[in-house]
């Protein structure tokens, strides 16, 4: 497995790998992986020749007052976990600093417009300007055929898919099934900033969230419903402060027409945002997708 | 010669060229191609071996009051030309509308921001805006190892070279001199538009560069005192009416630091806007960039 901080390399070694007729895909992460990262790993590993990695916590998708340095860093078990995984390389400008992603100059980002508006993208102000960007330098580097992004980032991933449908980068676009903890919490490196009173209430979000699949099972197609009782079971009493819970139509990120989910080509969005203490939390179901199709899919 | 709407068609035949191990040399132009865009496709026809132009006007470059209708298209003798010069592919979505190169629910834009904020970007809000995506959109189409672009339309060069710089496009920007008419006048899709006593007057905004090249010949590297000659030659007088006259550094489009012409790493370009009636014409001139290599060359 090659490990490096250098773009150069990771383009050159893309470069040969495409001029061998090798597939490439691509996993970008902030490193700290988990069980998530793997299972994307693990999905790469099957559909493509060549698997990358790439480890940077992205400076540009973060607030001004976010503090970067306390974001979770795990090198050592990341680089065991993607060998162990048959991963071919793994980039990591971390190491190097921001100019390994950035160069010196750095002046040109990538906005996508209507998929980035609501959601994180307004509770967030700049976080998918950051994401998009610092996604199509990735791809610029490594030219990858596939690339795959948990459904956990719902939102993050179909603004990626529009982004590489938009300017055409000729990346097919792979969303993966979140993985989950046995209790239902959907994986996530924030994770293990929760006390452990806070990952007790932390699991009111997926539990939620199954309650709405089992509402819409039994017949509710009315998203304002959904979304009542969703934001209802996280209210003061569940030990969380609620950002958002919101039921979408699942490909424009719009409010559904209608406000039926059954109407919808791609099926609704169940997305949930939320703080256990000071950590926040997201994590997203979709309703009324499977029988018209995965969204986001071929 | 391969003439194709479709940007699957030309996305499919870059690819196959690549496969093949041949370099592509990308010529992007609205059309109405003259003496400057043929000296583009012969460098490309000298230094890559398969050329496409591609042929658009572009909706998203221009402010919402143009009349896009009014832009000059001379297909038949596009094609002719194009023919005569060896291209090998001439992409040519305006025949089948804007769906062409911007898909349905399209809403990606690619923005660079310092370059793009003075002389036209100052005067055409939203200008740079279009170049710069179209322009991504066109090499993720294509993939190009060259691309073409005229120093009369300098800043726009300029933009798109960092675009592919900072989000790592692969794509090595050339940037080929102005050509001009006998009397100095750049060549441009414009001039078609202008009256016979309008052509006469154009004449002095290359004068007025010329001009400066002498002064700065002579000695003269204050930027300042060049740009207060220039822009009192293209004064009431002159019977144009100055929209911009600058000398600024010209990697960074910035003051010049000190003020001085022979400080700057890569010279200066001395950059005109001007309306000759209701036709607005640009050109430029680089001054002390020869002994310095040129900008933007490799």
Redesign the interface.
Known sequence: MIVTDS?AEA?SWSRRMRSAGLSIGLVPTMGALHGGHFSLIERARAECDRIAVSIFVNPTQSGPGADLSRYPRTPDADLAGCRDRGVDLVFTPASSGRDAV??P???????????ARPLCGERRPGHFHGV?TVV??LF??F?PHRAYFGQKDYQQARVIE??A??????VQIEIVPTLREEDGLAMSSRNRYLSSEERIRAVAISRALFEAERLYRSGEVRGSVIEREVAARLGPDSGLRLDYARVLDALTLEPLAGDRIDQAPGGAVVAIAAYAGTTRLIDNILLGSEDRGRPGGA
């Not at 100059?105 to 998929?115: A, H, I, K, R, S």
Request: aromatic share 14%.
């Open positions: 773009a383009f950035y160069p100059g750095f002046q040109t980002w990538v906005e996508v417009q209507d998929l998009a199509a330098i610029g580097i030219r529009r982004m449908l938009d300017l055409r980068l000729g």
